[in-house]
């Protein structure tokens, strides 16, 4: 059973920085895409950013620049290093994993949500 541990969420000063990181365990196959998506109170959850297993980056314009996204490959490892933080950041922050197979095909993992807040 996939199991996607998320750490790193907090409190923040506007202008700080954070580091979300997010541990995939019982994969099967092998890992593609890993990806950081938030939801704010009352609104749909977006996509932050994702890293593809060939290292393509893609990130929410509202992110570009202040965001990096990584993945440590033997580790299983997402991270996501967020600098210069707004309070429009604030959200709960989940770690989605995408694998494929042979023999159970392709899976979409969630971890459990980490809280960022962003305030003085």
């Known amino acids: 059973q996939v199991h996607l541990v998320e750490s790193g969420g907090g409190l923040v000063q506007p202008g700080g920085s954070l580091r979300l990181s997010c541990t995939a365990s019982g994969i099967i196959g092998y890992i593609n895409t890993m990806a950081w998506y938030r939801q704010a109170p009352s609104k749909e959850r977006e996509l932050v950013a994702s890293?593809?297993?060939?290292?393509?980056?893609m990130y929410a314009n509202s992110v570009k620049g202040r965001f990096t996204i990584s993945r440590d490959n033997a580790m299983n490892t997402v991270h996501l290093q967020m600098n210069s933080l707004k309070p429009e950041d604030t959200a709960v922050y989940y770690c989605?994993?995408?694998?494929?197979?042979?023999?159970?095909?392709?899976?979409?993992?969630w971890g459990q949500g980490t809280q960022v807040t962003v305030a003085s």
């Open positions: 989605n994993v995408g694998s494929w197979s042979p023999v159970v095909g392709s899976k979409s993992a």
């Open positions: 890293i593809t297993s060939g290292g393509s980056e």
